[in-house]
């Protein structure tokens, strides 16, 4: 069984269609993705917004989030029946799994090296080579 990935599907809808057809739209792909085996673990309707260019006539849509989590059997299936839809403009599809776990790596490195150097709090602070170079010009200033 292949392992389960994280995607980002975000679609725009037209604004011709009422509230009541975007909710059973969404819900009717929502029930497309639960019925291949995938789980939305994050749905969001980002609401209307201005298109960067005209799309079939149109210069604004409905942009609605899904995030999903499956084997991608379910992705293939939800953008078929996207494609296939009227009310679809547009839409995106992006597998973002191995960018967060990349970017997981990076910030634990980071972490890591910032705890490895040295005076490290001290230029969190404040302190650090400007703050030491500052005083002591006003310790010499202070002799003179």
């Known amino acids: 069984m292949a392992e389960n990935r994280v995607y980002e599907v975000v679609f725009i809808v037209d604004t011709d269609t ?43 849509g409905v942009y609605v989030l899904f995030e999903i989590e499956g084997t991608g ?38 972490a890591r090296k910032a705890a490895k150097r040295p005076f490290a709090n001290a230029a969190s602070a404040g302190g650090g080579r400007a703050a030491a170079s500052s005083a002591s010009n006003e310790s010499r200033d202070n002799e003179a």
């Open 18 to 60: 009422s509230d009541e057809d975007l909710t059973r739209l969404t819900e009717n792909l929502r029930g497309i993705v639960t019925d291949q085996g995938g789980t939305i673990t994050k749905s969001e309707v980002m609401g209307r917004r201005q298109l960067a260019y005209k799309v079939g006539r149109k210069n604004e």
């Open 73 to 110: 059997r379910e992705i293939a299936e939800l953008e078929r029946r996207m494609r296939v839809s009227d009310q679809v403009l547009r839409y995106l599809t992006v597998r973002v799994d191995e960018d967060r776990r990349r970017a997981e790596k990076l910030k634990a490195r980071r």
